[in-house]
């Protein structure tokens, strides 16, 4: 007789679970009939289905996107680089009025200003909302009427609702729809991240090892004090680094690269260069180190995991450029660069 | 006289430093005229490092030879002693005087310390270092002799060096290093190539690796190993020396080392390719670095030790092994096969 015997060890599922799978190809058949008598219309581009997580409030995720046949690359590439596989950020997008409002209207897309939106709320379950929307291409749309639109898409909701509503109910036995579908983070920033470290810590810690470690604690323990009045917060500790991340404001549009960058100049500019002169003052009490620093700065989406470890592929953008500058004090990543240039 | 390098960055702790330096003096030349003395130390318990002692001073007497010193200069000197694995610990508990071979350096070293309450619950223990082949020519009488008509201003001096240390610690003001003994076995893994992964797909990245984050907390309580830092890509644990082990001893650190850390490094490695093999498209790799070594709680509340640094550095010069050994686990668990 074979004995069974228990171990901590959790059974692995790395890819969506067949059911979820299935699931998610009904949603997309159900769409399909829609997209195609919709694709009649010139300035159609797609039909989208996103789900609210549970896990990650003010998020959904898209569950499916079908689009028309006559789309163009344009339109296919922002779709694949910023909603396909992504949660969606609803405090920054049209999608998340309809969330909130619950109301169908024609709206400029906040993401991709050419696109003209078009959604439709339920609750296909009593736990998550669902919202079908529509994407138009804006410059050929002013003949498009809300009711014409309505109508055509009214006799093929009860099935998507249906779908949905399956889906919606094998994914609350899990801890979040989007984690169960490999979601990406979303891809309209929420935060900018810093990230500071030591040049050469490994050989100051092997030379003067006390001495570096009371520089070190006078540095971050002064560095959590400045982020407190700029309303930052540091994020990770490690060794001779620190994650810090400063939260763009409620109050300020994430779609709206002119505020993003504004507040970038305003708020984190002035964080980091307070960050680089404390540094410098503080170094210059251990001139037996000489220690240097180098910063990067990256706008990008954070997020905070089920173990409260704040990540998000920002930091990795961080520290690659850490290993591509090495010698630079103050590095940048591309979507930083474009919006505090903006 | 001693001297502090580098200097202290509170300059009136380096004038302290320096009085107490002046009142051990005089012992040191006495007793170096009349028995095999070697140096003089003086130990202050640490407000923050609970079960140490941060070295305030150490005054050699100037006619020793230098393999005699080595170990006192490197290991105690400018350094925090760990009280469980020394003599020196003994006294600050039972606040008695008298002759102990030196558990750190038995061959050479045989002690004489004498406590005193600088202010309740902090000690101080000035301790003398003797040559051990020369115990003959030691008499307790004389050495108490010599040392009792100045222990007043020593004492004196030390409790100006704690009333005018602020900070949490001492021993930080002081810049002292961590105890020479370790304290620890700490493991440390990342993740190869996880920038490249991050990009290629973030989301099944993430799913890995909180899976496997996840996976090795669990295991790491079976071991009583702590996970202390995560961050992105990587983990440092620590398994403890148990307090049931005697730190001083390379042999039983050794086989702890070869009973407990080892056997655990190898699970975590064989759980991460189980792991691995679940995600045939990132085909993640893992290395790991295992040292032996002093970890520390600083007054952040970092997990912190120069140990993790000199990981840091292993890992970086990965030749493509699965698991490096730093110097010293390599050394103790070797030597306790023997």
Known sequence: MILMRSTDTPVYQPLPSPIIESHLKMVDATLQPLVDDLSKLPAFISAALFVKDQLYQHEASTVSIVSAPHIHTEDIAFMDSSIRKRRVDLKSTALGQTFVSHESCFAVSKMNPAHLTFGVYAEPHEQNGAVLQLAFDRKIAQHLHEEAVASIIRPYLSRIWATSSVLITESIRHESLANELFMDVPATPNSYAIKWDIVSSTELASQHYAVFRHYLRQFTSKVVEIADTYNARVTSHQGDSQDIIITIPPQIDRSNLRQVGQFGREEVLPFVQHITTLHNHIAQQYPVLSPKIRIGVGLGYTEQLQTDQTTGPVFWEIAALFKAHHLSELTFNQTAKIVLNF | ?338
């Open chain 2, 1 to 338: 006289m001693t001297v502090q390098t580098p200097s202290l960055p509170n300059p009136i702790l380096q004038t302290h430093i320096e009085m107490i330096n002046a009142s051990i003096q005089p012992i040191v030349e006495r007793l170096s005229h009349t028995s095999p003395f070697i140096s003089a130390g003086l130990f202050i318990e640490d407000n923050h490092y609970k079960g140490e002692a941060g070295t305030a001073s150490i005054v050699n007497t100037p006619v020793v030879k230098p393999e005699f010193i080595d170990f006192t200069e490197n290991s105690v000197r400018g350094r925090r002693i760990d009280l469980s694995s020394t003599v020196l610990g003994k006294v600050f508990n039972t606040h008695e005087s008298a002759f102990e071979i030196s558990k750190l350096d038995p061959a050479h070293h045989i002690t004489w310390g004498i406590y005193s309450e600088l202010r309740p619950n902090r000690g101080a223990v000035l301790q003398l270092v003797f040559d051990r082949n020369k115990t003959h020519l030691i008499d307790e009488e004389i050495v108490r002799q010599h040392t009792m008509p100045f222990l007043n201003s020593i004492w004196a001096s030390s409790k100006l060096l704690i009333n005018e240390a602020t900070q949490t610690s001492l021993a930080d003001e002081l810049l002292l290093n961590v105890p020479a003994t370790p304290n620890a076995y700490i493991l440390k893994w990342d993740v190869q190539k996880s920038t490249s992964l991050v990009t290629a797909n973030y989301p099944l990245f993430r799913h890995y690796l909180s899976r496997f984050e996840l996976a090795a907390e669990q295991i790491a309580t079976h071991y009583g190993a702590e996970i202390t830092e995560y961050e992105g890509d990587s983990q440092n644990i620590i398994i403890p020396l148990p307090p049931t082990l005697d730190r001083s001893s390379i042999e039983d650190i050794g086989i702890f080392g070869r009973t407990v850390a080892l056997p655990f490094t190898q699970h975590l490695l064989s759980l991460h390719d189980s792991i691995a093999a679940h995600y045939p498209q990132l085909e993640p790799r893992l290395r790991a670095c295992l040292g032996l070594g002093y970890a520390e709680r600083a007054t952040t509340g970092e997990v912190t030790g120069p140990v993790f640094w000199e990981l840091a550095a292993l890992l970086r010069n990965d030749s493509g092994d699965h698991l490096a050994i730093n110097q010293a686990a390599q050394l103790v668990m070797k030597w306790s096969e023997r």
